[in-house]
Nanobody, 121 residues
Framework: EVQLVESGGGLVQAGGSLRLSCAAS????????IGWFRQAPGKEREGVLC????????YYADVAKGRFTASSDNAKNTVYLQMNSLKPEDTAIYYC??????????????WGQGTQVTVSS
């Protein structure tokens, strides 16, 4: 069964950093686009960034530019979201997701359970 499991969330003060992990099983990251999303209470889910498997590029949402970066370890089927200069507005549940088309604009069929990130003032 395809699974994605996020970890690394927690409580951090504004200006601090966290690194989230997304471990996948049941498929190979090399052929999938991997996206990070987040959802705050009462708000809709929004994209954070995505790693495309077709062009190898990482695409950033405006909220992530200059502060968040992505990396991956394909041998371990694990991707990481490094978050720096965190703000209280970044507080949300963070999810990783994958789609088999390899394009960040594709359909994300597989989702993790999410990990909570809380940023205090």
């Amino acid at each position: 069964e395809v699974q994605l499991v996020e970890s690394g969330g927690g409580l951090v003060q504004a200006g601090g950093s966290l690194r989230l992990s997304c471990a996948a099983s049941g498929f190979t990251f090399d052929d999938y686009a991997i996206g990070w999303f987040r959802q705050a209470p009462g708000k809709e889910r929004e994209g954070v960034l995505c790693i495309s498997s077709t062009d190898g590029s990482t695409y950033y949402a405006d909220v992530a530019k200059g502060r968040f970066t992505a990396s991956s370890d394909n041998a371990k089927n694990t991707v990481y979201l490094q978050m720096n200069s965190l703000k209280p507005e970044d507080t949300a549940i963070y999810y990783c997701a994958a789609n088999s088309g390899g394009l960040c604009t594709g359909r994300y069929h597989y989702w993790g359970q999410g990990t909570q990130v809380t940023v205090s003032s």
